[in-house]
């Protein structure tokens, strides 16, 4: 169970209501000289929009991470290549790594956030680029973003102590914070359209299909 809760806002200067959609025919052309707002590059976005439009193919991505285990409860995630927009990138010049551990508690050496703290990490990371890119879109100077997340486990579940009790998070509850010159109103659909755009949340309140190998 996910339960939303939109805690603070600043009243503003009402914005326009232009949807990532309509981006090519709103505030956003095709030009030389990029529009930037919350330092987002909004020509690039509508060219990237209008480019789907035209292709829809190049909106298929497939994202990758490896892990090793690194003794203990430790272990590191790397993450570099992707195939996306018709093609394997290679703008990453470097490889990005990913700490993992568990508290002491939990027989760990707390070098590092778990994977269930990740996870959390990640909703809100997706949350935030669901919510600014529309807001940039439409004009929306955003001061400040802030998501609060946070999920009850039952160890019963994962140690298979209790039947009934499932090993992952049994609820999860996500606190937003914002600061920009729009009424409460729009700072309000712009939530409802990061909660129902972002591909994280999508992927942990929807059943996804899973395939596990040992190889």
């Known amino acids: 169970m996910l339960r939303l809760l939109f805690v603070d806002y600043r009243r503003g200067i009402p914005a326009p209501a232009i949807s990532l959609r309509d981006l090519d025919s709103g505030m956003a052309?095709?030009?030389?000289?990029a529009q930037m707002e919350n330092g987002i590059n909004i020509t690039q976005m509508t060219n990237t929009i209008e480019a789907i439009?035209?292709?829809?193919?190049?909106?298929?991505?497939?994202?990758?991470?490896?892990?090793?285990?690194?003794?203990?409860?430790?272990?590191?995630?790397?993450?570099?290549?992707?195939?996306?927009?018709g093609q394997e990138d290679t703008s990453r010049k470097e490889t990005f790594t990913l700490d993992g551990d568990e508290p002491a508690v939990?027989?760990?050496?707390?070098?590092?956030?778990?994977?269930?703290?990740?996870?959390?990490?990640?909703?809100?990371?997706?949350?935030?680029?669901?919510?600014?890119?529309?807001?940039?879109?439409?004009g929306i100077k955003v001061d400040?973003?802030?998501?609060?997340?946070?999920?009850?486990?039952?160890?019963q579940g994962f140690l298979q102590l209790q039947e009934g009790i499932r090993p992952g998070f049994q609820n999860i509850r996500v606190r937003a914070?914002?600061?920009?010159?729009?009424?409460?109103?729009k700072i309000q659909e712009l939530f409802d359209h990061a909660v129902k755009t972002s591909a994280v949340m999508d992927t942990i309140r929807n059943p996804v299909p899973v395939s596990v190998e040992l190889v």
């Open 177 to 185: 914070s914002v600061k920009a010159d729009a009424s409460r109103q």
């Open 53 to 85: 439009k035209a292709t829809p193919s190049l909106a298929k991505f497939n994202f990758r991470s490896s892990s090793r285990w690194g003794g203990g409860s430790k272990s590191k995630a790397y993450v570099k290549s992707f195939y996306g927009a």
């Open 106 to 138: 939990l027989l760990g050496a707390n070098t590092a956030p778990n994977a269930a703290e990740a996870l959390l990490s990640a909703l809100a990371g997706c949350l935030t680029v669901s919510f600014i890119l529309p807001a940039s879109a439409q």
């Open 144 to 155: 400040s973003l802030e998501f609060n997340i946070d999920g009850n486990v039952d160890l």
């Open 29 to 33: 052309t095709k030009t030389n000289v």
